[in-house]
């Protein structure tokens, strides 16, 4: 797998990155991240005492019209790095505590990724390594990620193709993840500290998109039947309409209602999933990024440890 005729995803564009040329994902053969962080808001076994040290790759190849990273998956927001300062990045995240090494939607940057990894485990990279995704993967990717993943993050983010073309243009989307999510899980079972740390296994997130709870309810089934007791799954309901500037792809206008919240509670209850993660409901978006700024969280749930502003490590 290398940015040549590039495949990485199931996107299959074909494109020369290393000529500079860009896919869907928007990037070429030059790693770009948004920023490094040490964070706290993840599902409980991920963030731990230490947070979850996550890694914020710059472009996507999903684009969802409501991305809350917009500014770094579909903007221009994001440094320039080199495959040694990614390596440098993880060993910083490990010896500033860090539970996990987070690797957010890093599919297109692969080739960078695995060569960083060995670099970084030979120098002494001890803690779990998590893929945080889009769910959207190949055979290949997967069998990849495989020889050095402990944990995978991935997103289940609608069930319904005329949902996924038109929110993502992947009407393919469907198909996709539900077997890339089995391959994740299968001869992979769920592995904690004695902390409660998790240090294997699968959770899939699954953000309920408001006025599409037929979506929801179809990937709670499929969650049940499929893959309970070999994944956990996570509900996000804390979707909030962001407006990226130049989108023409209709969004929900509005959060999540409590009817809507009461249901999807309800469902969880008749498909028997008793364990995982289910968020509070959230109405505010005041927990937004801004990744102009070298420290874009608002919140205390995130500790910058290398900042794509400043081109530098940072102590916040
Ligand atoms: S990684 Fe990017 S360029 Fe490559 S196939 Fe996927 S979207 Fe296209």
Request: proline fraction near 6%; charged fraction near 25%.
């Amino acid at each position: 797998m290398d940015y040549r005729n590039c495949r990485l995803c199931p996107r299959m564009c074909g494109v020369d990155r290393t000529a500079g040329i860009k896919g869907f994902c928007g990037q070429s053969d030059v790693l770009r991240i948004g920023t490094a962080a040490l964070h706290f808001g993840e599902e409980p076994p991920l963030t731990g005492e230490g947070g979850s040290g996550t890694i914020f790759f710059s472009g996507c190849t999903m684009g969802c019209p409501f991305c809350q990273n917009w500014q770094i998956s579909r903007g221009q927001i994001g440094a320039e790095i080199s495959v040694d300062t990614l390596t440098d990045i993880m060993l910083e995240l490990e010896r500033r505590g860090a539970e996990n090494i987070n690797f957010v939607t890093g599919t297109h940057f692969l080739p960078s990724i695995v060569p960083a990894v060995k670099a970084a485990k030979k120098r002494g990279l001890s803690i779990p390594l998590l893929w945080n995704c889009s769910g959207y993967e190949t055979e290949e990717a997967i069998d990849l990620l495989d020889t050095f993943i402990d944990i995978y993050l991935p997103d289940y983010k609608a069930s319904e193709p005329h949902l996924t073309k038109r929110l993502y243009q992947a009407e393919d989307y469907p198909r996709i993840v539900e077997k890339a999510l089995i391959r994740m899980a299968s001869g992979r079972p769920l592995e904690f500290s004695e902390e409660g740390l998790m240090r294997r296994g699968v959770i899939i997130r699954h953000l309920v998109l408001p006025g599409e709870l037929e979506s929801s309810r179809k990937f709670l089934k499929w969650y049940a039947e499929e893959l309970l007791e070999k994944a956990l799954v996570s509900v996000m309901v804390q979707y909030s309409p962001v407006h990226i500037p130049g989108n023409k792809i209709k969004i929900p206008e509005r959060y999540i209602s409590h009817e809507e919240y009461e249901r999807l509670l309800d469902w969880m209850d008749e498909y028997g999933i008793e364990e995982g993660f289910f968020q509070d409901l959230e109405q505010t978006n005041d927990w937004l990024p801004d990744f102009r700024n070298s420290v874009p969280f608002p919140s205390k749930q995130t500790r910058v440890i290398w900042s794509a502003v400043t081109k530098d490590f940072i102590d916040q």
